[in-house]
């Protein structure tokens, strides 16, 4: 399925950056702040924990607990089935990997997809500093353009990005001053044209061999599942892993509107599609439902968590309700 993006996406502000930038990521991380600290209160120290290394207190035995944490010291003095509650490791190295490609500067919802992107990282680094973890990321682009040659024909075309895209690292560090580093540095990355190597972005986790920890991999998966699938579930060997998905409206289906201009953002090809006809539209929908189906199963071969991010939706909310199912989850003893 191509990465067709209509024309008539909302374009970036010009002033997107210096004073107007900062302003919005102040705003953004209040709301964060806010929301996330009044619906996520409690021993909570990150999207997806592990059960814990450190023990905790006791309590008796209900139905769906885990057995394999009974307490058979107390359960013994006491008749009564007890099971060890466990407490998160609170040193938790986070690590992110941002896709910046030119197919996230789209949208046609309340935001764009890249800002979806942002948000999200925001969100993350919140749950991550106020535990006193450390925090890093590895942010991907596209291709930048080449440098002009000296002397060209007119006739000539330019030369096309050619090459796995830009990839730059933000060492993991704890407290907010850094964690604010982090962020400015994805609110502040630029967009270029060309494709993005997916699965060179995830294989920086892979390298070196870190600690156990949380990794994160931010992106709308438009890259084949065969670019990323194998650096994913070599990831998953060692870390815990979140794919945070971001998609829109319009990636999913058509809208009937006649002749719509469609580009792809990462190549500049244009095309016009009569969207019209129901039948294009119906193959388009069922073209979009298996190259989605496709993102899904191999993530879940990967063993990875998996959270649908909309351009059209709240996102905030739609990432407080995983939380909460994963929570939920954790406690009845099962697995994502």
Do not use: C
């Not at 450190?54 to 089935?81: C, F, K, L």
């Not at 040193?91 to 992110?96: A, I, P, Q, R, V």
């Not at 962020?183 to 972005?201: I, K, M, N, S, Y």
């Not at 990323?228 to 892993?241: A, E, Q, S, Y």
């Amino acid at each position: 399925m191509a990465r067709a993006a209509p024309v008539t996406a909302p374009a970036r502000p010009a002033d997107a950056g210096g004073e107007r930038n900062e302003a919005v990521l102040s705003r953004l991380q209040l709301l964060v702040t806010r929301k996330l600290d009044g619906l996520l209160q409690g021993d909570y120290a990150g999207l997806l924990p592990g059960p814990g290394s450190e023990a905790g207190e006791s309590r008796e035995y209900r139905p769906g607990d885990d057995v394999r944490r009974m307490d058979w010291p107390v359960t013994a003095r006491t008749t009564t089935p007890h099971v060890r509650r466990t407490v998160a490791d609170r040193e938790l190295e986070t690590w992110l990997a941002v896709d910046l490609s030119a197919s996230l500067d789209f949208g046609t919802g309340r935001w764009l997809k890249r800002d979806v992107v942002v948000a999200a990282t925001a969100a993350l680094t919140h749950l991550t500093v106020r535990g006193g973890n450390r925090i890093g990321a590895v942010i991907g682009t596209g291709v930048p353009p080449p440098a002009p040659p000296t002397r060209r024909w007119r006739s000539a075309p330019p030369p096309e990005p050619t090459g796995p895209g830009t990839l730059t690292r933000v060492p993991a560090r704890s407290g907010r001053r850094e964690a604010q580093a982090l962020l400015r540095a994805v609110a502040h990355t630029p967009l270029r044209p060309g494709r993005g190597d997916l699965g060179a972005l995830i294989d920086l986790l892979n390298r070196p061999p870190r600690r156990r920890g949380l990794a994160v991999v931010i992106s709308d998966f438009l890259a084949p599942p065969a670019q990323w699938g194998r650096p994913m579930r070599k990831l998953r060997v060692r870390h815990d892993v979140l794919a945070i998905e971001v998609v829109d409206p319009r990636e999913l289906e058509l809208p009937d509107v006649g002749v719509l201009p469609v580009v792809d953002p990462e190549t500049g090809e244009l095309h016009e599609v009569q969207t019209a006809d129901p039948r294009l539209r119906r193959r388009y929908a069922e073209a979009a439902a298996a190259q989605r189906g496709a993102i899904a199963t191999e993530l879940r071969a990967a063993g990875a968590g998996h959270l649908v991010l909309r351009t059209d939706r709240d996102w905030l909310l739609d990432m407080v309700r995983f939380v909460a199912a994963q929570r939920h989850a954790r406690t009845r003893g099962t697995t994502r």
